[in-house]
């Protein structure tokens, strides 16, 4: 397998909607609100993150009951930084691809091309059905948000574009002005098979829930199988979400791992769980980001416990130098205290992470 020996890359979760990432009654000294946010951001870009990608929600049945919207508040946290790259989360159904990209195309004019989008394909019933929006079935999703990623793609680099889709029609659109260049990344969220597929086709980025070494390395290996067959012409990048609970010894980092799990709030994780069943395990295949997650998993809505960035300092970054060698462009974390640990993490962690990267090639290999 072919492994990235470019430096790994760090983005952090935008708080944008309420209660944190764990759904547990712990002390999460983490805010939704703006001020909060724009400080976050300005503490990451200089603690070395390179990116923050923000959330959407419309409504919430298991906690997270209140949302900013991800665009307009990834916009402002844009105007609030000099060089982190803000990811916005757009759900096609809602989000026309027409509309979208005009939006993001003036956010990359007015921000110096660093806003990026997540195309999430939805896995929330309650939440389509509470704005009226058809819920489609797993892999129809999946086929709707890569019509719209073709979209959004054609309409950024065509002069007149037209697409004859089965979600979505454009004839000879030609937008004015395009996005600066380099044009604005495209991420995705979702493992399923029809998600895996789609990242080999047209995304840039895959985005997958924590996982092991070993089970990254699967996902990836089978993407890259996948890029070849489909003649993708380009490498998908590969991100991988972790909680990440670095402290000064190994038992302290455990106990707040421990004190996180005793303190989940059981109704809300298995309220999650519920509406969760409607993403991978409502796939063909059964496979996707929730569909082996246990209760302990769910208490971190991605499986952020998986990636096990839980330790001192040098345990933590020679994990991220495993998932590296398991394929990873980008660690995606979470916290508990965000600006807090943002800054701990970029004065302890990624300068140990810097070190052990220059011996990357070696340690891939041993991966292998
Ligand atoms: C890193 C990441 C971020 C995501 N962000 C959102 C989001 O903001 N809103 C949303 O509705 N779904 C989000 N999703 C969900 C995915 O788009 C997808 O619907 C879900 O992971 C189901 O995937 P599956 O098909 O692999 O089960 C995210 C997923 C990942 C991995």
Do not use: C
């Not at 260049?181 to 895996?196: C, K, W, Y």
């Not at 070494?213 to 380009?234: C, H, N, S």
């Not at 990440?244 to 455990?254: C, L, N, S, W």
């Not at 809300?268 to 519920?274: E, K, L, S, T």
Request: proline share 4%; glycine share 8%.
């Amino acid at each position: 397998m072919t492994v990235s020996n470019n430096p790994i890359k760090f983005a952090y979760w935008v708080p944008n909607v309420s209660g944190g990432l764990v759904i547990s009654s712990i002390e999460q000294r983490t805010s939704w609100d703006i001020d909060y946010n724009r400080k976050l951001a300005q503490i990451a870009e200089k603690s070395g993150f390179d990116y923050a990608l923000s959330q959407i929600r419309f409504t919430a049945g298991y906690g997270a009951d209140k949302q900013h919207e991800s665009v307009s508040f990834s916009h402002a946290l844009l105007a609030a930084t000099e060089k982190l790259k803000v990811i916005a989360a757009l759900l096609p159904g809602p989000w026309n691809p027409a509309l979208a990209a005009k939006q993001i195309a003036t956010i990359s004019q007015l921000t110096n091309a660093r806003v990026a989008v997540n195309i999430v394909s939805g896995w929330f019933r309650g939440e389509f059905h509470a704005i009226g929006e058809p819920w489609l079935d797993h892999d129809e999703r999946y086929r709707r948000s890569e019509e719209f990623i073709t979209a959004l793609r054609g309409i950024w680099t065509e002069e007149s574009f037209t697409l004859k889709g089965d979600f979505y029609r454009f004839n000879d659109y030609s937008l004015k002005p395009k996005p600066l260049d380099p044009l604005p990344e495209i991420f995705q969220g979702g493992s399923s098979r029809a998600a895996r597929d789609m990242a080999a086709r047209v995304s840039d980025w895959y985005f997958t829930n924590g996982n092991t070494p070993d089970g990254l390395k699967a996902q990836v290996e089978d993407i890259r199988t996948k890029e070849q067959a489909f003649g993708k012409g380009w490498r998908t990048k590969i991100g991988i979400n972790a909680f990440g609970i670095v402290r000064q010894t190994e038992d302290e980092a455990k106990e707040v791992l421990q004190e996180i799990i005793d303190k989940a709030i059981p109704d809300a994780v298995r309220g999650f769980h519920h509406e969760v069943q409607n993403a991978g395990n409502a796939s063909p295949e059964r496979e996707g980001n929730w569909a082996k997650s246990t209760f302990q998993d769910l208490v971190q809505y991605n499986d952020g416990f998986r990636s096990n960035l839980i330790g001192t300092p040098q345990q933590v970054a020679e994990r991220i130098i495993e998932l590296k060698g398991a394929g990873a462009d980008l660690i995606l974390l979470g916290f508990l205290h965000f600006q807090e640990e943002v800054e701990y993490f970029g004065k302890h962690v990624i300068p140990l992470v810097r070190e052990l990267e220059a011996s990357a090639p070696v340690r891939a290999q041993a991966a292998e």
